[in-house]
């Protein structure tokens, strides 16, 4: 691994440093994380997948006097890293995958809020490649066979060549801050926990290619499989915010999905 992917990967250790939250009251609660909450990473080289299994990451507690609805705002920061990379020669197909993603779910109680998870951040890069190779050299036997001075002969490259590998490579690196509402309704009065759970998921495939070869005391060909592709994949959850809102919401019909609820 070189020094650059060693460090984005020891930047994407998991972590868990939780900021104080608001005290539970009526109407309103937050939770703030300013440093990294969650991460994993994918390696098509060890086929070595670092997924944790879902875990809170934000949490705050709301107190309700009387029956009513949450509003409940998850803004998060989420990063992905995608990298893909193809070797090959002498019109190999050679294929790279890589995928992240951060998915988010709400629990009020421990009952799911709507509409449920959600996914926050998703990519899928695929590089796909037919590869010539490098030409280094060619020699072939060749013959003057109606005395013109000319050596007349065919060249085949995979035969006749030396050949190095081509390659080409594709890496992505975005981060962004997401937002989304949840709702929860007919809370009975009380105080009520409120959890964002998050996973952080990745993984990375690659399809080596195929190419034929020569024997070169023979000259009989064989099929070689290439073995240099690879992909690696990082998905991270960065600094977070979670606000919780007292509502009141009743349902209203809506001609295209039925009954919705409407807050005030």
Not at 65 to 86: H, Q, W
Not at 255 to 260: E, M, Q, S, T, Y
């Amino acid at each position: 691994m070189s020094k650059s992917k060693l460090s984005l990967a020891c930047a994407l250790a998991t972590a868990f440093i939780m900021s104080p939250a608001y005290a539970a009251s009526a109407k309103f609660a937050a939770y703030v994380a300013d440093t990294q909450l969650l991460s994993t990473n994918a390696d098509s080289n060890t086929n070595k997948i670092d997924a944790p299994e879902a875990a809170t990451i934000l949490n705050a507690t709301i107190r309700t006097p009387n029956k009513k609805d949450l509003l409940i705002g998850v803004s998060l920061e989420a990063g992905l890293y995608t990298e893909t990379n193809v070797k090959g020669k002498n019109g190999s197909s050679e294929v790279a995958g890589a995928e992240g993603g951060i998915q988010v779910s709400v629990l009020v109680d421990g009952v799911p809020a709507m509409p449920g998870q959600v996914t926050f951040a998703k990519r899928f890069q695929e590089l796909s490649a037919t590869l010539g190779g490098v030409i280094e050299s060619c020699q072939v036997t060749s013959t003057d066979e109606d005395g013109d001075g000319v050596y007349e002969g065919t060249v085949v490259i995979e035969r006749d060549c030396l050949v190095s590998d081509e390659e080409i490579g594709l890496v992505l690196s975005t981060t962004a801050a997401h937002h989304f509402n949840f709702v929860m309704h007919d809370l009975a009065p009380g105080d009520h926990r409120v959890e964002v759970v998050a996973q952080a998921l990745s993984s990375a495939d690659v399809t080596n290619g195929t190419y034929t070869a020569y024997d070169p005391d023979t000259g009989a060909p064989y099929e070689v499989t290439t073995t240099n592709n690879e992909a690696s994949a990082y998905a991270v959850v960065g600094k977070g915010s979670l606000t919780v809102q007292e509502v009141q919401a009743v349902n209203v019909s809506n001609p295209l999905d039925g009954n919705v609820l409407e807050l005030f």
